[in-house]
């Protein structure tokens, strides 16, 4: 069994790491595949007020930081490799890697979690980079003094029009109905701040400007009049897609590409979990994720158990 690993987790976000921490503490020989292209949602996040036990909320970076220095203490291994594709053979599972690679394992959890959703429409690609943006985190600088739009109406577009309030002179947030979707508290805190305009029932159709952005085409649902919402910069939160392409022909997935999993974070394959925002499920949270991937790391506890003949009884 030289060079195989007993568990190898694909992602480093909050349930890959969760995974890690339980497993290396179960004393499996546990190796985390980390991405140089996939970073996690939380490491871009500023501020996560609601994982428990931080009252006064920790920034999104330092709390994955942490989740990997625990991991490590237990002995769990990090590569920098992208997963792109995943086979059997016999009883062990040879996860193809780029740069080209490869990691053997006895089993594997696929944690890598999703990016955010293009909003598909004219002009989003031409200014990507040049006004457009999906990271206030990364680029909200860049705006300072002016006037940015933030699209989206979810809790990510809501904390991040918040977030922009530091920077830019006002943030202009467009959502397509009336009522946003984003928690209550968010909601309060965006309705009460000088610097945030609301733009509801406001379809985007368009991101205008000549070499830059000047501004946003959108269509109002309820006069049905399309007018142009002026700023510098956009920044896009319409939700997010999985991090799944390199296993949806290998995992039973949903129709939205999120894989599909029972109460013990099997996958359709024998040997392969999955646990976090990658997965189909009712809610997508820091603390969520850690909880998919506490349970992913002891269901492959068992799965080794009754694969190596020494289960616990
Ligand atoms: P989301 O909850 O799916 O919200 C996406 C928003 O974009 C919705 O308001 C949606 O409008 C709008 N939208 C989608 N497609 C659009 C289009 N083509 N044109 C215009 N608007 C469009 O996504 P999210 O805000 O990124 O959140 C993702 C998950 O992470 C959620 O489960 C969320 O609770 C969680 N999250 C939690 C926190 C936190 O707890 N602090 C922070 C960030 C994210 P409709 O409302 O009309 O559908």
Redesign the pocket.
């Known amino acids: 069994m030289e060079g195989i690993y007993d568990l190898a987790v694909i992602g480093a976000g909050p349930a890959g790491l969760t995974a890690a921490i339980y497993a290396a503490r179960a004393r499996l020989k546990t190796v985390v595949l980390e991405s140089f292209a996939l970073v996690s949602q939380v490491s871009l996040t500023e501020e996560?007020e609601?994982y428990p036990g931080f009252v006064e909320g920790i920034k999104g970076f330092e709390l994955l930081q942490n989740f990997k220095r625990q991991a490590e203490r237990f002995g769990a291994e990090f590569v920098l490799q992208e997963a792109v594709a995943i086979e059997k053979r016999e009883k062990i599972w040879i996860i193809r890697t780029s740069p080209p690679g490869s990691v053997k394992s006895l089993a594997v959890i696929v944690a890598t979690g999703a990016s955010a959703k293009k909003?598909?429409i004219k002009g989003e690609d031409k200014f990507r980079g040049k006004g457009v943006s999906y990271c206030a985190t990364c680029d909200g600088a860049f705006f300072r003094n002016k006037v940015v739009c933030v699209?989206?109406?979810?809790?990510?577009?809501v904390?991040e029009a918040l977030f922009l309030t530091r920077f830019a002179s006002k943030v202009k947030l467009i959502?397509?109905?009336q009522q946003l979707?984003a928690?209550k508290i968010l909601q309060e805190r965006v309705f009460s701040h000088f610097q945030v305009e609301l733009v509801l029932n406001s379809?985007?159709q368009e991101i205008v400007g000549e070499g830059k952005v000047s501004g946003v085409k959108v269509l109002n649902k309820e006069t049905r009049k399309e007018n142009i919402i002026e700023c510098e910069g956009v920044f896009i939160?319409?939700?997010?897609v999985p991090n799944t392409d390199f296993v949806k022909s290998l995992l039973g997935c949903d129709e939205g590409g999120y894989i599909e999993v029972d109460a013990g974070m099997k996958t359709s394959q024998e040997g392969i979990f999955a646990c976090g925002d990658c997965c189909s499920k009712f809610?997508?949270?820091v603390v969520t994720a850690c909880g998919d991937g506490a349970v992913a790391a002891f269901s492959v506890q068992k799965y080794l158990e009754d694969l190596k003949g020494i289960t616990y009884n």
């Open positions: 996560i609601n909003l598909g699209i989206g109406g979810g809790d990510t577009a904390e959502h397509r109905r979707r928690a379809l985007p939160f319409v939700g997010n809610l997508r949270q």
